[in-house]
């Protein structure tokens, strides 16, 4: 029998990796992404690819009652996590909304299991390292959203039976990633500012920590994880255990793409300052391969940002708030 699987923002960075592995794996794959932060050249061609929103319910009703899914990998999202502050509404609509929506013709079309990549942005500030045991208490609304559809999953399960697995990543990086994106991903960040010839961009004084985590040690899992009975229903902390500094990153990043730009220091921004998970969980559970160590990450990254150059920031037109918003981030404001 055919498994079809549904994989939205799966011409996103992780989402195509997720495609990647689920294809090799002899799924059918339908991949639903707005291409907002995705590209097409991130699609398989081995999978089917409708360029439409999470937030498009007709558009949904159509491909789940065409394609019959066994499995939905929701992945979509508008993750810039900083951002967040300032267009709560946008990010509540499309993160949490746009979920709800699959989250409901999931029920409806009795799908077998929902796999939701969450953040470890539920936490918010909790003792470290951060575990599954803790009380989420995000403190942004892309934290927030998350940790509501990860509520809203649970229940459906009570409710429905639908049966879900969540993924809490943290700080992924690798091919694929969109590295023109000024608001996300730092890895990304700095080796496009290298590209550009262009000091490497630190809010505040670079010592905020977080364990930077490479794709090939997060997306095969995420595909694989509908096999694992014990991830029925379960949450998992992923990736890696290695914590640097922010500044530590800078210099590994600069010695990956072998250039040496200097750092330019902008003002301190509202997040949280230490981040990095336990993985007990995840490892019994899913027996991973050993750990790519950083140097080793992002070699393989350079190799492929270097091959596919530099990206244009694209400016999020519609900032709710300008208050408070970094300076760098000031041209976003509404005219
Ligand atoms: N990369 C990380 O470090 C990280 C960490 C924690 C959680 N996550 C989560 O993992 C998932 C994938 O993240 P990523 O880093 O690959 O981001 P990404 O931006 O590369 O991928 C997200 C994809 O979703 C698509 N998308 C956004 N809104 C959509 C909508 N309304 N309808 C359809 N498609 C839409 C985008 O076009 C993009 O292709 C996200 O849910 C993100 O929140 C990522």
């Known amino acids: 029998m055919t498994i079809t ?8 960075f992780m989402g195509s990796h997720v495609v990647r592995h689920l294809l090799q794996q002899r799924h059918r794959v339908v991949i639903l992404d707005d291409l907002s932060g995705g590209t097409t050249e991130n699609v398989h061609v081995d999978a089917l690819f409708y360029e439409g929103s999470i937030l498009d319910n007709q558009l949904i009703n ?4 065409k394609y019959n899914f ?3 990998y929701h992945l979509a999202a508008y993750a810039a996590e900083g951002l967040s502050h300032f267009i709560r509404n946008f990010n509540y609509q499309n993160n949490l909304i ?4 699959l989250i409901n013709a999931a029920v409806t079309y009795d799908i077998k299991r929902f796999v939701f990549t969450s953040s470890i942005a539920v936490y918010g500030t909790n003792t470290l390292p951060l575990i599954e045991t803790q ?16 509520l809203d999953l649970i229940n459906a399960c009570k409710m429905f039976g639908l049966e879900y697995t969540i993924f809490r990543p943290h700080n992924v990086y690798g091919s694929h990633q969109n590295i023109g994106d000024k608001y996300r991903n730092v890895v990304g960040i700095f080796m496009n500012q290298i590209l550009k010839k262009q000091p490497l961009t630190i809010f505040g004084d670079g010592s905020q ?11 095969p899992y995420i595909a694989n994880s509908v096999r694992i009975p014990e991830a029925c229903n379960t949450i998992f902390n992923i990736g890696s255990d290695a914590v640097y500094s922010v500044k530590e990153l800078a210099v590994a990043v600069n010695k990956a793409m072998r250039s040496d730009m200097g750092i330019k220091q902008l003002e301190q921004r509202e997040e949280v300052v230490h981040a990095y998970a336990d993985h007990t969980l995840f490892k019994t559970v899913f027996k991973p ?5 950083l140097e080793l990450g992002l070699l393989e990254m350079a190799r492929w940002v270097k091959t596919h150059g530099s990206r244009s ?3 999020f037109q519609d900032v709710e708030i300008t208050k408070k918003l970094p300076a760098s981030w000031q041209q976003s404001k509404k005219q």
């Open 135 to 150: 009380h989420p208490q995000p403190e942004d609304p892309y934290g927030i959203a998350k940790y509501a559809v990860e």
């Open 289 to 293: 391969k050993e750990h790519t160590t």
């Open 209 to 219: 920590t977080r364990a930077f985590s490479y794709v090939d040690d997060v997306a």
């Open 313 to 315: 920031s694209k400016e």
């Open 70 to 72: 066994t499995y939905v």
């Open 62 to 65: 159509l491909l789940f009652k």
């Open 5 to 12: 699987s549904l994989v939205t923002g799966g011409a996103g």
């Open 98 to 101: 746009g979920s709800i929506n």
